[in-house]
């Protein structure tokens, strides 16, 4: 089990720098919430598929097994917690599968609504407002629920265990909250928030794991 974990660990370092890189290149390179036509959102797409695919690529497919990793590794660490260790546990296995299918659907469309867009850009509007929402609502847009979970069950586990230092724990519940009142009408911008606050929860049970 110390293999695991120390997977786990480096799979929480993983998954802090990817949520990291993504606030980067979607927030400073791309500038991709400042556009709110759609078709300015295809032309980037179009401008920058490689970049896209690749994005896509790593913070979802590549993200869901790593994820996997680091939750069987921090179920290990806290199953003394028996109920909200096996939940988190659950919880963050259906979170990973829901990424995987988010990253699959958007680079899966990408091909297609570039290409229709050259000839028929109203097509390639309906054709990405479709796809988007699917991806969208699976990779979280419509509310951090799955994650915010998983976050709050192996904060509340890892307390009740003494394997996570009290500031840790009470981070990951930030998280959570951040997570699960994303998904309340309106407020789907806190979403950013629950990214940005669990890129340190990730690090630091990272090195959690390791040094158990």
Not at 100 to 111: E, F, H, R
């Amino acid at each position: 089990m110390q293999s695991l974990r120390t997977w786990g660990g480096y799979a929480g370092f993983y998954m802090g720098a990817a949520y990291a890189v993504a606030i980067v290149i979607f927030l400073v390179v791309l500038d991709y919430p400042s556009m709110v036509d759609p078709a300015d959102k295809i032309g980037l797409l179009t401008r920058a598929t490689g970049m896209i695919w690749a994005s896509n690529l790593l913070l979802y497919v590549v993200f869901s097994p790593v994820l996997a990793v680091f939750v069987l590794a921090v179920h290990d660490l806290v199953r003394a917690a028996e109920g909200p260790a096996r939940l988190g546990r659950v919880l963050g296995l259906i979170w990973a599968g829901l990424l995987i299918a988010s990253g699959l659907v958007a680079n899966a469309a990408i091909g297609p609504i570039t290409a229709l867009f050259a000839s028929d850009q109203a097509a390639a509007i309906a054709l990405w407002t479709a796809t988007n929402a699917v991806a969208d609502g699976l990779g979280g847009g419509a509310g951090e629920v799955a994650g915010g979970l998983m976050t709050a069950l192996f904060s509340l586990a890892g307390l009740r265990s003494g394997t996570f230092p009290k500031v840790l724990a009470w981070l990951g519940f930030l998280v959570a909250a951040l997570g699960l009142v994303s998904a309340l009408p309106g407020l789907g911008d806190v979403g950013a928030g629950f990214g940005l606050a669990q890129v340190p929860w990730f690090i630091w049970v990272g090195i959690v794991l390791i040094r158990s």
